[in-house]
């Protein structure tokens, strides 16, 4: 018995429309679907490399606020990706909130970008450096 991949990645909205709009402008996702389960809608996601999100847009019964880093369940997600510099000017030309500007990290040999989703959510970008 074994697991073999991440199925998807859920993410929940406060604007369902904005963050659709965000992960296609943002990361090249395409919708693929959506669904409605009563309180909530679902609307799927992927990637050309097939990655799958799926955001939930509980219709307002989300309340926006911070909280300490601390008491998030959710960190971040990490894609890794091929080609770090091209990805860092693409997301600053589309206006892109960075919270980590493209950064070396030599003790996990890893370059980095963190930018913010629209639902205040950690987005990280990571390469292997040479």
Known sequence: MKMTKVDHLGINTLDIEESVKYYTDMFDFRETG???MGPL???YMENP???VLEL???RGNVIPGERPEALQGFRHV???VDDIKAWNE???SKGAEFTMELTRMPQIKRDGI???DPNGYIIELTAEYK
Do not use: M
């Open 34 to 36: 959506r669904a409605d």
């Open 41 to 43: 809608t679902l609307v």
């Open 49 to 51: 490399e097939g990655i």
């Open 56 to 58: 939930y847009d509980l």
């Open 78 to 80: 990490a894609f890794f």
């Open 90 to 92: 693409r997301l600053k």
């Open 114 to 116: 963190l930018v913010k």
